[in-house]
């Protein structure tokens, strides 16, 4: 049961292992900017897997029901599943979580990791219980995460882990010679489900947390965005500056061939190198031409 690349690429994977007979069930996800659905459903048919898409939870219901798996594999599933469901699967559902479970339990983890700065990221395989991200984990690793690095950078190393946690453990678990580790609840974080919305840009943040924050949120994901004269621009890549500048957060105070800085609310300026507008990806100094601009901000708890 997934969607978007890693759902594609696990669904690769796991039809390939040896004595593996695969089913699977997708949404129709196209309205978002990570869709792979077409993909999903390609693969499915010159692999001659049986595919359901699911319009409903009941739909999927239907199609656990008429497949009757011995292993239900989830990669990229944003609806909650039953618990008459959870039951029905002998091995249960196991998923692919991108965090070190038990923080960053919920939705978008790695959004937030990188959001706030984290130096390294995790992810996990787990098998789903009643609550959210709260059942035991069979495999984790950590991954390291430069400073500079956008979230496009490190999702295909992220993708490359999870699929070689799957083809490794989930024969095993079927065979029931690996044993999970129940979590320790009382090391729990958790995070919101994030909307395009709430990428818009606060300049009164430091330089450090508005880098990190349009890293966090690049291609493939909507972008961190801001606007000048009521016209929305997407920030799709930045770099931090070595040097203090006094002036109004969101003020541009330096627009050179590779870059426009601007200033944050630490009074370091942020040089943005790459902007989006009207769906076009362009170097900032070609939108943002003018010392005389200053960029609207939102000061909003993240």
């Known amino acids: 049961m997934g969607s978007k690349r890693l759902g594609v690429r696990s669904l690769e994977a796991l039809a390939l292992l040896p004595d593996v007979t695969v089913a699977a069930v997708t949404l129709d996800d196209r309205d978002d900017v990570r869709s792979a659905y077409d993909d999903f459903t390609a693969t499915c048919g010159a692999r001659g897997i049986p595919c359901t898409v699911a319009r409903t939870r009941a739909d999927a219901s239907a199609a656990l029901r008429r497949h009757e798996p011995d292993i239900c594999v989830v990669c990229g599933w944003y609806w909650m599943v039953a618990p008459s469901d959870l039951a029905s699967v002998p091995a249960g559902f196991v998923g692919v979580h991108f965090s070190a479970l038990p923080k960053y339990r919920g939705g978008s983890p790695l ?119 009521r016209k929305r621009i997407t920030i799709w890549r930045s770099r931090l500056a070595a040097t203090t500048y006094y002036g109004t957060p969101g003020q541009i105070v330096r627009v050179t061939p590779d870059g426009v800085w601007i200033v944050c609310g630490d009074h370091h300026p942020l040089i943005v190198e790459r902007v989006g507008t009207d769906g076009t990806e362009v170097p900032a100094p070609e939108v943002l031409r003018s010392i005389s601009l200053r960029l609207h901000s939102v000061d909003r708890s993240r």
């Open 111 to 229: 959004v937030w990791q990188m959001i706030n700065g984290e130096p390294e990221v995790g992810i996990s395989l787990f098998s789903f219980a009643d609550g959210v991200d709260e059942g035991p984990v069979w495999a984790q690793r950590l991954l390291p995460v430069g400073p500079d690095e956008t979230i496009g950078d490190v999702l295909p190393r992220l993708e490359d882990a999870a699929v070689q946690l799957l083809t490794t453990h989930v024969p095993r678990i079927l065979k029931g010679d690996v044993h999970a580790t129940p979590q320790d609840h009382s090391r729990a974080t958790y995070c919101a489900l994030r909307r395009p919305e709430d990428g818009e840009i606060s300049w009164e943040r430091s330089a450090r947390e508005v880098h990190d924050f349009i890293r966090a949120q690049s291609k493939p994901y909507p972008g961190a965005f801001t606007s000048v004269e």
